[in-house]
């Protein structure tokens, strides 16, 4: 069952996932991460790879939550 009340926002959020993904790093950046992680005596318990992932983990972490929220619903076109 869909709700269709709910379709252009559904469409607006898999756009801009696919868009994302075709503007994404490539295998390679989380291939070495995990080599990095492999060959490391103390690994963390998570890891950030990537520019863009970086950004958006700093940002939600200093930004007030609306703010960053606000930022998510533009960049998903929920708003």
Same mark, same amino acid.
């Given at each position: 069952? !869909?709700?269709?009340?709910?379709? %252009?926002?559904?469409? +607006? +959020?898999?756009? +801009?996932?696919?868009?994302?993904? %075709?503007?994404?790093?490539?295998? $390679? =950046?989380?291939?070495? &991460?995990?080599? &990095?992680?492999? $060959? ?5 318990? %998570?890891?950030? !790879?990537?520019?863009?992932?970086? =950004?958006?983990? %700093? ?6 939550? &609306?703010? *960053? ?5 533009? $960049? *998903?076109? =929920?708003?």
């Amino acid at each position: 069952m !869909t709700i269709d009340d709910y379709g %252009r926002w559904k469409r +607006a +959020a898999l756009d +801009a996932i696919e868009s994302a993904e %075709r503007q994404g790093p490539g295998p $390679e =950046l989380v291939a070495e &991460a995990i080599r &990095a992680i492999v $060959e490391s005596s103390k690994p963390r318990l %998570r890891y950030v !790879t990537g520019r863009q992932a970086k =950004l958006v983990s %700093r940002l939600q972490r200093w930004l007030p939550e &609306a703010v *960053f929220e606000k930022g998510v619903r533009r $960049e *998903f076109g =929920l708003d």
